[in-house]
């Protein structure tokens, strides 16, 4: 029986009202969506906060445990799952119904939590030596993330007619982006004062209590005669696919997009995405329905949140660059200046949702966004080794703007335009997209810089000609000036010389962001331009389950 919800205008009740077919078995009542918000919201805050949360307490884990020659892949390890998972559990969620697989995901990040901060202790030292077990738990904990990350949207989605469903995720948006500012400055604080394995365990009870709260106040929505079976084929042939272009994506930094690791990842990513793509045209029921994609608006908004995930995560990484390198400021200060972008993302995406819900449109908004970041993006792009802090900050600040309104308006617009019966699927592709897209920044802008940066260093090789082979290795890597500072020193140069030589490097890499800017830039106004095209559907006034 697909239940039918009508959300009350106040937050008291949710009433049964119809019953469609005979797939799903629910209750008679949700007595309080409030409960069953602060619950998602507890879900969403554990598993944003673990991206980010052990990058400041990484060293003392590695001085721990042992393994620095492994330690980029603890990261790495719950990214690749969490993404990859995020899709599969969308449709399954469709298929089987999203309560008790969100409280699995709940639990097992639990469990995932607690062997993290018993890395290195017994059962498992004779397996697995201790960084290892680390990070093996890290991938189980980032399965867990993305159960997480791939249902709580679905769940608005299922509570909220798309009508008022702006406004719940904007909050959500809010919750996500302000787990950024928290986990590093939380993650440190904790492995200064207290073991580093508190960081885990404390996530015990917090997920205990969400996943009670969602299993007291969420109806179930289990599907017992669904008439369509998971596409198994399909999802291995995703992961086959997925799996080694984000290993790609993750390597290139390190080893070189023409190395035989990237290389082969990618080739291999190409030839599994050509086989899933047409193993996906040809079943009855695939996992992900290619045909949803001839529909304009899930087409250009999905392409819109893989551009906006570029922004989220590999333009925003320019900056602490710029501040570092050029302005000479410590990591931890140039740290601080992201803390009011990411406040106005948080604001904005309250913002956005709250216009959305009132206006009942959301193409104004889409403008307002994009335009914002557009024009922040194109600021950016001009600027230089003398430009003020306020002059970046008031761009970031725009560029903030800009992605907030964003962030909560495409998972409706996408659920809006789909049958109920693929909203999950949708919402975790839209999820994966993003996500993707963050990775896809990363890899590429910094492999475009360092580029760009060597060509101007080439053009500014006038200064640079009395330097000794290894004198010019030193300015291979930008990104501590202080460093470079003191080595050129050490090699007994004049300070004119010395002075000369980072001139040089400070135009090559400010020149080289400045362009990486306007090319994102044009990339934002491209995505502005085609959202012309998208069509302004009505937004549903009954929750999507009761359509």
Known sequence: MVLHLQTARTDSEIMILEQKTESTTQPKRLPNTTAVIFGLQLMLLLAAIDQTIISTAMPKIVTNLGGFDRYAWATSAYLLTSTISIPVIGKL?????????????????VLASVL????????????????????????????????????????????????????????????????????????????DHHSWRWLFFMN????????????????????????????????????????????????????????????GAMLTAAGMATKFIKHEMKVQHPFMDVRLFANRVVTISCLSVFVTGIGMFGSIMLLPIFFQSVVGMTAAK??????????????????????????????????????????????????????????MLSNMLLVGAGLGLLLPIYTVVIQNAVDEKDIGAVTGFSQFFRSVGGTTGVAVFGT?????????????????????????????????????????ENLHLAPQQIDSILAVVKQSLVDSIDKI??????????????????????LREKPSSAD
């Open 93 to 109: 969620s469709d298929l089987y119904g999203r309560k008790h697989l969100l409280i699995a995901g709940v639990l097992l990040f």
């Open 116 to 191: 993290c901060g018993c890395s290195g202790m017994a059962p498992f030292g004779a397996i697995l030596d201790p960084m290892n077990q680390f990070i093996v738990w890290r991938g189980l904990q980032g399965l867990g993330a993305g159960i997480i990350l791939g249902l709580c949207f679905s769940v608005v989605g299922d509570l909220f007619p798309a009508a008022e469903r702006g406004k719940y995720q904007g909050h959500f948006a809010a919750v996500f982006a302000l787990a950024s500012i928290v986990g590093p400055t939380f993650g440190g604080f904790i492995s």
């Open 204 to 263: 015990v009870p917090i997920g205990v209590v969400a996943a009670l709260i969602f299993h007291l106040t969420f109806p179930s929505d289990r599907k017992t005669n669904s008439q369509e079976n998971l596409d198994v084929v399909g999802v291995l042939l995703f992961i086959g696919a997925f799996v080694p272009l984000l290993l790609g994506l993750s390597w290139s930094g390190s080893e070189g997009w023409l190395s035989l690791p990237v290389a």
């Open 334 to 391: 140039s740290g601080t200046l992201l803390t009011p972008l990411i406040v106005v993302v948080a604001l904005t995406s309250i913002i956005g949702g709250y216009w959305m819900s009132k206006s009942k449109r959301y193409k104004a908004i889409l403008y307002a966004g994009l335009s914002c970041m557009t024009l922040g993006t194109f600021m950016l792009a001009q600027i230089n080794t003398s430009s003020s802090i306020a002059y």
């Open 448 to 488: 475009v810089m360092l580029a760009l940066y060597e060509v101007g260093l080439k053009a500014g090789s006038a200064a640079l000609s009395t330097l000794s082979p290894q004198a010019r290795a030193l300015l291979h890597n930008p990104l501590e000036s202080a460093k470079l500072h003191r080595s050129l």
């Open 517 to 538: 800017f306007f090319l994102y830039g044009m990339l934002l106004l491209a995505t502005l331009i085609a959202t012309l095209f998208l069509a302004e559907l009505p």
